[in-house]
């Protein structure tokens, strides 16, 4: 049998080592990228001229009456924006952002919102925004998300969870608690651009910083998923999955989802919403993000939204229009 030369030999060791080295340094800045995304601040707002908190709305929708503070949650202090509503009967509306955002990215949704809620929480989770810590994918977070709902809720109040693409399935996640669902009262969901599993959220982070996303993401995500206790694969009918999550739903769910969302698929959207028995609403030409900066996806979710809120908070459901293309479908 032939052997290799001494010299052949050791070049084939400093390459594996080598290849090793790689490897390990991509699959590490994978994860590092997952769990330390960009953070959206005050100051990152008012350098692309928006609003940087809800006092500078502007006219008509604002500005908004506000009030600042943090909770502890897991050895953290996560700030807080409470915001009074237009509606003094209404339900508390907490907002939970998504992946790479913060509770600025709350603010395009606050004035619409707030005309059917008594108070509206938008919140850092870790990692984002002001908050300390790192971001665990929607995991850990909530736990985040119950702790910041046990402080603001009030004796015989609703509450309502809005959340969107990552924050979508946290508010998922919190309200299936049955225990805590009962407790703080909560009333209704609404899930905005969710995605059932996690693959295809990392993969998408990693293409628009154009990085290694063919093999990198798996080992990735295996080792994240051991971490955060949700397990190695974070395959569905597991304890990640929010379709599984969202059939524990004792509330109604409204899913909102953009026709062209290249993050969060059809398929997805329409198992969660499935699932929960719920409404999934799509919106023409809407994707990701935009949903509520892009003025024509706006007035299609105002359409879907408000007569949802509406059914809980009792006031008048606003006429529809019939220029409304939004496909809404009770599942």
Same mark, same amino acid.
């Given at each position: 049998m032939p052997t290799l030369s001494p010299d052949l030999l050791g070049l084939s060791l400093l390459l594996g080592v080598g290849l090793g080295i790689f490897v390990t340094t991509v699959i590490g800045r994978t994860i590092y990228i997952m769990t330390h995304p960009p953070r959206r601040t005050y100051a990152s707002a008012v350098a692309r001229g928006k609003p940087g908190d809800p006092s500078e709305i502007p006219p008509p929708r604002g500005p908004r009456t506000f009030s600042s503070w943090s909770f502890p949650s897991r050895g953290r202090s996560l700030p807080v924006w409470d915001v009074v509503g237009d509606n003094a009967a209404g339900p508390i509306i907490i907002l939970s952002h998504g992946w790479g955002d913060s509770r600025v990215g709350g603010l395009s949704r606050l004035p619409e919102l707030a005309r059917h809620a008594s108070r509206l929480i938008l919140w850092d989770m870790p990692g984002h925004g002001d908050a300390p810590g790192t971001c665990s994918l929607g995991t850990r977070e909530v736990d985040d998300l119950l702790e910041l709902i046990r402080c603001v809720r009030e004796p015989n109040r609703d509450i309502v969870l809005y959340g969107w693409s990552m924050g979508s399935g946290v508010s998922i996640a919190a309200a299936a608690s049955d225990v805590r669902q009962r407790q703080a009262r909560i009333a209704a969901v609404i899930a905005e651009a969710p995605s059932r599993g996690i693959v295809a959220p990392a993969r998408a982070v990693l293409r628009e910083k154009n990085l290694p996303r063919s093999w990198n993401v798996m080992p990735a995500l295996w080792l994240l998923g051991i971490d955060f206790g949700v397990g190695p694969t974070? &395959? *569905?009918? +597991?304890?990640?999955? *929010? %379709?599984?999550? %969202? +059939? &524990?739903?004792?509330c109604p769910l409204l899913v909102l989802r953009g026709e062209h969302d290249a993050i969060a698929s059809h398929e997805d959207a329409a198992a969660i919403a499935t699932a929960a028995r719920g409404t999934l609403a799509t919106i023409p030409g809407g994707g990701h993000h935009g949903l509520w900066t892009n003025e024509a996806h706006a007035a299609e979710v105002r359409r879907v939204v408000h007569p949802f809120l509406a059914a809980l908070t009792g006031l008048p459901r606003p006429a529809p229009s019939p220029r409304s293309r939004a496909g809404s479908e009770k599942l």
């Open positions: 974070w &395959r *569905r009918k +597991g304890p990640f999955d *929010r %379709a599984e999550l %969202a +059939g &524990r739903l004792e």
